[in-house]
């Protein structure tokens, strides 16, 4: 199975509302990075974090860690119709020394006006 | 900063038939990747440059798939024979450096269709 699993597959929420994503993964990790791809447009960046941080912000953004659990979470503060898209955790395995993202599967975010 | 560039946008096949996909990476981005994005998953890693050599092609199916970077900056890659299978998006995507700390930026794909 693949690395990096996404939960919900799915979610839909009212604009101003929270969103919370989260993802599992299984071996250890260098980092662990968060993207958003638009409908038929490229994936882009959104966030890292590295394996000896526990949380971090961007903006309107909040990504958690818990390498003991292996997993992570995202939660998009008062979020926005513009928000809508697909969100994909990919993670950098620690047994390779370049950077080789496994992606998951990602989850479908629509933002509600 | 222009981004990464990619063509064709779209492309409909019949299997069997060959294609090529062309990616233009961010100016001074040594490495360069190749992904293919099935609908519905997350991308795939197809193969990874470091300028001109290849990093890791483990995820290539190499009998039908190939690549080439030939001076360390723009890459091709290519399809010959397609099959049904093969209908995805290939995303290309380049970063300053490898290593795990160096953001990858990608372009918009190539949708491409195997009937």
């Known amino acids: 199975s693949q690395q990096g699993e996404e939960d919900p597959q799915a979610l839909s929420i009212q604009e101003g509302e929270n969103a919370t994503m989260n993802c599992s993964y299984k071996?250890?990790?260098?980092?662990l990075q968060w993207y958003r791809q638009n409908s038929g447009r490229g994936l882009v960046h959104l966030i890292l974090?590295?394996?000896?941080?526990r949380e971090k912000h961007s903006g309107r953004l909040r990504v958690t860690l818990d390498t003991s659990k292996k997993s992570s979470s995202l939660l998009i503060t008062a979020s926005r119709a513009a928000d809508t898209a697909s969100y994909f955790c990919a993670t950098d395995p620690e047994e390779t020394s370049g950077s080789r993202l496994t992606f998951g599967e990602g989850t479908q975010l629509t933002v509600n006006p | 900063e222009a981004g990464v560039a990619q063509s064709p946008r779209y492309k409909i096949i019949e299997k069997r038939q060959s294609v090529a996909f062309w990616c233009n990476p961010i100016?001074?981005?040594?490495?360069l990747y190749w992904y293919q994005q099935i609908l519905g998953q997350g991308p795939k890693l197809l193969i990874q440059?470091?300028?001109?050599?290849?990093?890791?092609d483990s995820q290539l199916p190499k009998d039908r798939f190939s690549a080439e970077r030939l001076k360390g900056v723009d890459s091709t890659l290519k399809i010959q024979p397609a099959k049904l299978e093969d209908s995805a998006v290939y995303l290309c995507?380049?970063?300053?450096?490898?290593?795990?700390?160096?953001?990858?930026?990608f372009g918009p794909g190539t949708r491409l269709t195997v009937l």
């Open positions: 071996t250890s990790i260098n980092n």
């Open positions: 440059f470091q300028n001109n050599g290849v990093v890791d």
């Open positions: 100016s001074g981005h040594a490495t």
């Open positions: 995507a380049s970063s300053l450096d490898r290593g795990p700390w160096n953001e990858q930026f």
């Open positions: 974090i590295r394996s000896n941080e």
